[in-house]
Nanobody, 115 residues
Framework: QVQLVESGGGLVQSGGSLRLSCVAS????????MYWVRQAPGKGLEWVSS????????YYTDAVEGRFTISRDNAKNMIYLQMNSLQLDDTARYFC????????RGQGTQVTISS
Protein backbone atom coordinates (compact mmCIF):
# COMPACT_ATOMS: atom_id res chain seq x y z
CA GLN A 1 0.00 0.00 0.00
CA VAL A 2 1.00 3.64 -0.39
CA GLN A 3 3.18 4.84 2.44
CA LEU A 4 4.65 8.31 2.88
CA VAL A 5 6.77 9.23 5.89
CA GLU A 6 7.81 12.81 6.53
CA SER A 7 10.61 14.05 8.76
CA GLY A 8 12.67 17.14 9.46
CA GLY A 9 10.20 19.41 11.17
CA GLY A 10 10.92 21.32 14.35
CA LEU A 11 10.91 24.62 16.17
CA VAL A 12 12.89 27.40 14.53
CA GLN A 13 13.08 31.16 14.88
CA SER A 14 11.65 33.48 12.27
CA GLY A 15 14.17 33.88 9.47
CA GLY A 16 15.60 30.43 9.98
CA SER A 17 15.66 27.37 7.75
CA LEU A 18 14.50 23.77 7.80
CA ARG A 19 14.71 20.91 5.35
CA LEU A 20 11.84 18.47 5.24
CA SER A 21 12.19 14.97 3.81
CA CYS A 22 9.66 12.38 2.73
CA VAL A 23 10.29 8.74 1.81
CA ALA A 24 7.71 7.01 -0.34
CA SER A 25 6.81 3.39 -1.00
CA UNK A 26 4.00 1.27 -2.40
CA UNK A 27 3.63 2.96 -5.78
CA UNK A 28 5.67 3.87 -8.86
CA UNK A 29 7.38 6.88 -7.37
CA UNK A 30 9.55 7.80 -10.35
CA UNK A 31 6.43 8.23 -12.51
CA UNK A 32 4.45 10.30 -10.03
CA UNK A 33 4.01 14.00 -9.49
CA MET A 34 4.58 14.67 -5.82
CA TYR A 35 3.35 17.46 -3.58
CA TRP A 36 3.88 19.19 -0.28
CA VAL A 37 0.77 20.47 1.45
CA ARG A 38 0.38 22.03 4.89
CA GLN A 39 -2.26 22.60 7.50
CA ALA A 40 -1.99 25.53 9.87
CA PRO A 41 -3.78 25.44 13.23
CA GLY A 42 -7.52 25.79 12.73
CA LYS A 43 -7.27 25.91 8.93
CA GLY A 44 -7.72 23.51 6.03
CA LEU A 45 -5.10 21.86 3.89
CA GLU A 46 -3.11 24.24 1.70
CA TRP A 47 -1.10 23.22 -1.34
CA VAL A 48 2.50 24.39 -1.03
CA SER A 49 4.54 22.95 -3.89
CA SER A 50 4.64 20.37 -6.68
CA UNK A 51 7.45 18.53 -8.44
CA UNK A 52 7.24 16.66 -11.72
CA UNK A 53 8.43 13.05 -12.02
CA UNK A 54 11.65 14.25 -13.64
CA UNK A 55 12.27 16.84 -10.96
CA UNK A 56 12.79 19.47 -13.64
CA UNK A 57 9.40 21.18 -13.29
CA UNK A 58 8.30 22.69 -10.01
CA TYR A 59 5.50 24.93 -8.81
CA TYR A 60 4.97 26.94 -5.63
CA THR A 61 2.16 28.79 -3.99
CA ASP A 62 2.77 32.54 -4.01
CA ALA A 63 3.28 32.63 -0.24
CA VAL A 64 6.46 30.53 -0.44
CA GLU A 65 7.78 31.38 -3.90
CA GLY A 66 11.45 32.34 -3.67
CA ARG A 67 11.82 30.97 -0.13
CA PHE A 68 11.06 27.25 -0.52
CA THR A 69 12.62 24.74 -2.91
CA ILE A 70 11.16 21.34 -3.69
CA SER A 71 13.35 18.55 -5.04
CA ARG A 72 13.36 14.79 -5.38
CA ASP A 73 15.71 11.82 -5.61
CA ASN A 74 14.07 9.07 -7.64
CA ALA A 75 16.84 6.61 -6.77
CA LYS A 76 15.91 6.94 -3.10
CA ASN A 77 12.14 7.44 -3.49
CA MET A 78 12.41 10.71 -1.64
CA ILE A 79 11.25 14.28 -1.95
CA TYR A 80 12.52 17.27 -0.04
CA LEU A 81 11.39 20.77 0.86
CA GLN A 82 14.11 23.26 1.67
CA MET A 83 12.50 26.11 3.56
CA ASN A 84 14.42 29.35 4.03
CA SER A 85 13.50 32.73 5.51
CA LEU A 86 10.77 31.07 7.53
CA GLN A 87 7.95 33.27 8.76
CA LEU A 88 5.39 32.95 11.54
CA ASP A 89 2.71 32.17 8.93
CA ASP A 90 4.67 29.08 7.89
CA THR A 91 3.76 27.39 11.17
CA ALA A 92 1.83 24.28 10.15
CA ARG A 93 1.92 20.54 9.86
CA TYR A 94 3.56 19.66 6.55
CA PHE A 95 2.61 16.61 4.55
CA CYS A 96 3.97 15.04 1.42
CA UNK A 97 1.23 13.69 -0.80
CA UNK A 98 0.45 12.02 -4.09
CA UNK A 99 -2.33 14.49 -4.81
CA UNK A 100 -2.33 18.27 -4.96
CA UNK A 101 -5.25 18.36 -2.53
CA UNK A 102 -3.44 16.13 -0.09
CA UNK A 103 -4.65 12.75 -1.27
CA UNK A 104 -2.59 9.80 -0.01
CA ARG A 105 -0.58 11.94 2.37
CA GLY A 106 1.62 10.84 5.22
CA GLN A 107 1.28 11.60 8.92
CA GLY A 108 3.09 14.87 8.51
CA THR A 109 5.83 16.70 10.35
CA GLN A 110 5.24 19.76 12.54
CA VAL A 111 6.96 23.04 11.72
CA THR A 112 6.71 25.77 14.31
CA ILE A 113 8.14 29.21 13.79
CA SER A 114 8.81 31.44 16.78
CA SER A 115 9.35 35.19 16.81
Amino acid sequence: QVQLVESGGGLVQSGGSLRLSCVASGFTFRSSWMYWVRQAPGKGLEWVSSVAPSGRVTYYTDAVEGRFTISRDNAKNMIYLQMNSLQLDDTARYFCARGRSGEDRGQGTQVTISS
